[in-house]
Antibody
Framework: QVQLQESGPGLVKPSQTLSLTCTVS??????????WSWIRQPAGKGLEWIGR???????NYNPSLKSRVTVSVDTSKNHLSLKLSSVTAADTAVYYC???????????WGQGTTVTVSS | SYEVTQPPSMSVSPGQTARITCSAD??????AYWYQQKPGQAPVLVIY???ERPSGIPERFSGSTSGTTVTLTISGVQAEDEADYYC???????????FGGGTKLTVL
């Protein structure tokens, strides 16, 4: 079955760009009518949706983050990417990637990766 | 911004029924989804399309809807059901996903 694994630097300096990758195994990222999302969770707090990309290439972003976020897919590497620019301490969180389908929710999640923003 | 509202916490004794509510203006037109998250783990989808249960989710988990409120019901609560539960929907345009603040379910 499809599995997701997030990876990237665990420490990012303020004002820099956070870059994460989500590698898809057990299936092709470009098959099926899916979307691929990024979600984050600050320690002890709730889930916050960041954005998603459909297999068509169409993207949607959380309005509160839209000016700083880019979500993309590299089909040759079978992975999903997140770039979040101009980070601050408020961007410190566990970042998850997930597979979703319209009207079916997000049924496959990665284990999450912790990112700390600090100098 | 679009808001999805859940109670922050609730507690229930083993064997009892837990009902967790979620309210949002667009719920009469948009589906709700429920996720269970245990400490240190990724969320797991337990209900989709308001009332549907993914394969592998125990039958004691069910969902219902009425107007602007959806409810996750856990019948015969077990100790292993102690977790945070998140309601998720989309805004009225169907463009943006939004999570509720989460409900911490404590099994006494």
């Amino acid at each position: 079955q499809v599995q997701l694994q997030e990876s990237g630097p665990g420490l990012v300096k303020p004002s820099q760009t956070l870059s994460l990758t989500c590698t898809v195994s057990g299936g092709s990222i470009s098959s099926g009518s899916y979307y691929w999302s990024w979600i984050r969770q600050p320690a002890g707090k709730g889930l916050e949706w960041i954005g998603r990309i459909y297999n068509s290439g169409s993207t949607n972003y959380n309005p509160s983050l839209k000016s700083r976020v880019t979500v993309s897919v590299d089909t040759s590497k079978n992975h999903l990417s997140l770039k979040l620019s101009s980070v601050t301490a408020a961007d410190t969180a566990v970042y998850y990637c997930a597979r979703g389908k319209d009207f079916h929710g997000m049924d496959v999640w990665g284990q999450g990766t912790t990112v700390t923003v600090s100098s | 911004s679009y808001e999805v509202t859940q109670p922050p916490s609730m507690s229930v004794s083993p064997g009892q029924t837990a009902r967790i509510t979620c309210s949002a203006d667009a719920l009469p037109k948009r589906y709700a989804y429920w996720y269970q998250q245990k400490p240190g783990q990724a969320p797991v989808l337990v209900i989709y399309q308001d009332t549907e249960r993914p394969s592998g989710i125990p039958e004691r988990f069910s969902g219902s809807t009425s107007g602007t409120t959806v409810t996750l019901t856990i019948s015969g609560v077990q100790a292993e059901d102690e977790a945070d539960y998140y309601c998720q929907s989309v805004d009225s345009s169907g463009t943006y996903l939004v999570f509720g603040g989460g409900t911490k379910l404590t099994v006494l």
